[in-house]
Structure formats: C-alpha cells, structure tokens
C-alpha cells in the first residue's frame, strides 16, 4: 500500500485481557519500529526489526509486551494480561534500509484498558 | 531523554511565517537535526532535516546556528492546516536509530 497500516484503529480492552496490534509496512521496507505515545506525550521507543530481526527491544516496558515480524513485513505488537497503564497510542514506524530520514508512521491503534 | 528543549507552545497567525525554535546545546558532531509534526489522531510526519547547513524543502526551511547549538524550523505561509505538535530530535543518521521525541511545540495556526 501507499503508507503504513495499523490495524485496528481502535481497541477497548478488559483489564487482564491479552491484545495483539498489528503492523502493515511499506512494502520493502526493512526497518520497522514500534513506538507508544501516552496522551499528551510525545511517541516512546519500544522496539525495533531489521528484516525479521529484532534488534533492539529496549524500550519495551515489561514482559508482558512481546513483538515479532516473523517473514519480514507484517509484525503484531502483543500485551499480555493488559494494565491500565498500558493505555496509549501504539505506532509504528518503516523505512527503507538506507534511506534513515524516510521514516513513515502509520495513524496508530489506540488502545483503552477499562 | 530528549536532547533537545522547544516551547510548549505558540500562536501564529494563517499566512504569516510560523518559526519554531530549537536548542539543542549538547548536540555531537555526527548527530542531525530533524523535525518532524504530528497532525491530531496521526502518525508523526517528516519535514525536514539537516547537519549543518541551512536546508529547504517545499514544506519548511532549517536554518541551523553556526555553533549547532540551536535551530529554527521556519514554515513560511502558515495555514490552518499546520496546526500541529512540532517535534525537534537530534539523531545519529542510522537507519537501525531510533527517534527520542520529547513533548514538542504545539503550534495553533489562528485564522
């Protein structure tokens, strides 16, 4: 497609409930990041994938917070056993390999844990 | 944290010029300067973003400070459509480099 997908765009999710946020890059675009934005706040790092390799996961908050891009392209974002503090808007990020400037966010899933 | 320090926020009034300044003091001497913007309920968008010259594009202009230690991003017809969060970040030029965002510029175009 012509930009980055996220999907869905909203999620309303029970306190205790696993969620799972999906990501459409570019095609051919390598690097794929994921990033967490609280209201008000600018966007957090949580990870990054070069190809199907995650190569940074430090900005992920905890265990319950799991990435993964197994062919490449698609990757899906996962909390396990929501918090109310993971509320936030989800977004990610791609870019071709060598174009570092270039980076295209999607719109974002915006998550609520009730 | 963010390497950078901007206003929490500005007015700038449609068509007139919007400029949007940076400080960046502890910038190195391989690190960009990059702006971008996030328009409400979207992504983050790119503008623009230079070393050490002054760099334009058909969205905004960079003028950078001699001594790097600060910038201004220069949007020079404001239009209501502009209206957003403005982001200034230092960054290695590394496509495996993250962006560290801090809280930005909101800047409110008034018709």
């Known amino acids: 497609g012509a930009g980055v997908s996220q999907s869905p765009r909203y999620k309303v999710a029970k306190r205790g409930q696993d969620v799972a946020l999906r990501c459409d890059p570019i095609?051919?675009?390598?690097?794929l990041f994921w990033y967490q934005q609280a209201l008000g706040q600018g966007p957090e790092f949580l990870t990054y994938?070069?190809?199907?390799?995650?190569?940074?996961k430090s900005g992920l908050p905890s265990d319950r917070f799991f990435a993964e891009r197994p062919e490449g392209s698609v990757s899906t974002l996962k909390i396990q056993r929501t918090q109310q503090e993971d509320s936030a808007v989800y977004l990610c990020?791609?870019?071709?390999?060598?174009?570092?400037?270039?980076?295209?966010f999607g719109s974002g899933t915006r998550l609520t844990v009730v | 944290d963010a390497k950078t320090t901007q206003p929490p926020s500005m007015d700038c009034a449609e068509g007139r010029a919007a400029n949007l300044p940076c400080n960046h003091s502890t910038i190195s001497g391989n690190e960009y300067v990059y702006w971008y913007r996030q328009i409400h309920s979207q992504g983050p968008q790119y503008i623009i973003h230079g070393l050490k010259n002054n760099e334009t594009n058909e969205m905004a202009s960079l003028i950078i400070t001699e001594d790097r230690k600060s910038s201004t991003l220069i949007l020079p017809h404001a239009t209501l459509r502009d209206t957003a969060v403005y982001y200034c970040i230092v960054r290695v030029e590394n496509y495996g480099q993250n962006f560290v965002f801090g809280p930005g510029t909101r800047l409110s175009v008034l018709p």
């Open positions: 994938f070069q190809n199907e390799a995650q190569l940074d």
């Open positions: 095609s051919g675009h390598v690097s």
């Open positions: 990020a791609s870019s071709l390999a060598y174009r570092s400037y270039g980076y295209t």
